[in-house]
């Protein structure tokens, strides 16, 4: 999104994305990951179309340096299980602002996995849901 150009009913946006497990055993070697959570960080570009002297990138990333920002934890229902090398974990994230607060974000989470099972046939799992809610203000409403 472009911070400078956007009008306020771009702030609500829907993303889907793909996180495929990579387990470092060999195929004849079974291992597991459960996913319990998901984290959420955002990247701002200060870059030489407005910051000539100095551009810079703030990161919320947890591989960047820490700054007063933070990441978001969106804790799942129920910890979903990738069983073999390549099972991808299939999501659909829409955030908007609240209708009720301003300084509010409402979010919901579509997940599910694909399982590549051991004769390569991709086995889609049925879609799950959450919802959440995140407060933005630091309390003071």
């Not at 306020?8 to 996913?35: G, P």
């Not at 947890?62 to 799942?76: K, N, R, Y």
């Not at 069983?83 to 602002?97: E, F, T, W």
Request: glycine letters at 4%.
């Amino acid at each position: 999104m472009d911070l400078v150009s956007m009008t306020q009913y771009q702030q609500d946006f829907t993303a889907q994305f793909e996180l495929t497990f990579n387990s470092s055993r060999s195929s004849s070697n079974a291992c597991t990951s459960d996913v319990a959570a998901l984290v959420l960080w955002f990247d701002v570009e200060f870059s030489e179309r407005f910051c000539k002297e100095c551009p810079v990138t703030l990161s919320t990333s947890p591989l960047s340096e820490v700054t007063h920002w933070a990441q978001a934890v969106l804790p799942l229902p129920q910890a979903v299980r990738l069983q073999h090398h390549g099972d991808k974990l299939a999501c659909r994230l829409s955030m908007a602002r609240s209708r009720s607060k301003h300084r509010t974000l409402d979010m919901s989470l579509e997940y599910g996995v694909s399982s590549s099972s051991s004769s390569g046939d991709a086995q889609a799992a049925p879609k799950q849901m959450a919802v959440y809610t995140m407060d933005v203000s630091g309390g003071d409403g």
